[in-house]
């Protein structure tokens, strides 16, 4: 069975940065289109982008122009760079297939306050 093991997030300032870093077990990266989405506190989880195995991506409005996805299929390694953090971004941020798959990882929690 597939696993997802997200890492990288942490505390950041508002217009901070951060990067979080998927890999998954299996050769699913180079099978399927990749994404990450994330859950708010009290809400639910939510599509944040997505990354074909060609490298065609699809983000959410709400993060367009301030994240970056890619991914490193021979590493199994899918990275998401965050820049110009809101506080609106915070929530715990999980890497699955897309569309996801029935199982999830722990995810990593990003925390953007002052």
């Known amino acids: 069975q597939v696993q997802f093991v997200e890492s990288g997030g942490g505390l950041a300032q508002p217009g901070g940065s951060l990067r979080l870093s998927c890999a998954a077990s299996?050769?699913?990266?180079?099978?399927?289109?990749m994404g990450w989405y994330r859950q708010a506190p009290g809400k639910q989880r939510e599509f944040v982008v997505w990354?074909?195995?060609?490298?065609?991506?699809n983000y959410a409005d709400s993060v367009k122009g301030r994240f970056t996805i890619s991914r490193d299929n021979a590493q199994n390694t899918m990275y998401l760079q965050m820049n110009s953090l809101k506080p609106e971004d915070t929530a715990v941020y999980f890497c699955n297939k897309y569309p996801n798959l029935n199982v999830w990882g722990q995810g990593t929690q990003v925390t953007v306050s002052s």
């Open positions: 299996g050769s699913i990266f180079g099978i399927y289109t």
């Open positions: 990354i074909t195995t060609g490298g065609s991506t």
